[in-house]
């Protein structure tokens, strides 16, 4: 069946750095992924989304690109900020309903 | 825009109660959800549906029952609470079609004493 991989649990880093969280996925349908974030005590909301292969999407300064041929779409942002340590869930519909990964942390440190 | 309010916001109960989750949608979306949030698990589907009165099961549709008698609202029951469980509980709504935005409450959060 359809499921989707996020590696990291955690991810540490300090201000300013770059960052790349994981999402792979599975399915034998075409795929329409996204990526969920969700602040502390807040509800998840989208950060992006996209079903165009090799094909780069951007919103709020993070971007990720789907590729089909790896079945990924790694979520990366070139400078973290503090107000970006947040729950991130990247999530895939091949038709049906949204299946969500485990999700990474993000946690920024100064 | 619109909102999903989810009620209560806590709920504490006992060991084989059953608890009912309520939810509530403005923005005129036919499709709705009940996702549960465990820690380092996900998010998981319980229970969608696609319009009025229609009910699909998810994932983890074992030990719930839900409801949809008017297209804004939408209702999780758990059938037996289990003892120690803790959980948050989300329910979102879209609009048809693969591409649609899932749109999310602030979610209720269990415990079962």
């Known amino acids: 069946g359809d499921s989707v991989t996020q590696t990291e649990g955690l991810v540490t880093l300090t201000k300013g750095l770059p960052v790349m969280l994981n999402c792979t996925y599975q399915?034998?349908?075409?795929?329409?992924l996204f990526w969920y974030v969700q602040h502390l005590n807040e509800a998840p909301k989208l950060l992006l989304k996209?079903?165009?292969?090799?094909k780069r999407t951007e919103h709020q300064g993070f971007y990720a690109t789907l590729h089909k041929s790896s079945s990924s779409f790694h979520l990366q942002k070139s400078s973290v900020q503090l107000s970006d340590s947040a729950l991130y869930f990247c999530?895939?519909?091949?038709?049906?309903?949204?299946?969500f990964g485990t999700g990474t942390k993000l946690q920024v440190v100064p | 825009g619109g909102i999903i309010t989810q009620t209560p916001k806590f709920l504490i109960g006992q060991e084989g109660q059953k608890l009912t989750l309520k939810c509530q949608q403005n923005f005129n979306h036919d499709t709705m959800y009940w996702y549960r949030q465990d820690s380092g698990k996900g998010l998981r589907l319980i229970y969608y549906s696609i319009t009025e009165n229609d009910l699909q099961k998810g994932d983890l549709s074992e030990g719930y029952d839900a409801s949809r008698e008017k297209k804004s609202s939408f209702s999780l029951t758990v059938t037996s609470a289990q003892k120690n469980e803790m959980a948050v509980f989300l329910c979102a709504s879209s609009g048809t079609g693969r591409a649609e935005t899932l749109y999310f409450g602030s979610g209720t959060r269990l415990t079962v004493l």
């Open positions: 399915t034998t349908y075409s795929p329409f």
């Open positions: 999530a895939l519909n091949s038709g049906t309903y949204q299946r």
């Open positions: 996209s079903s165009t292969d090799n």
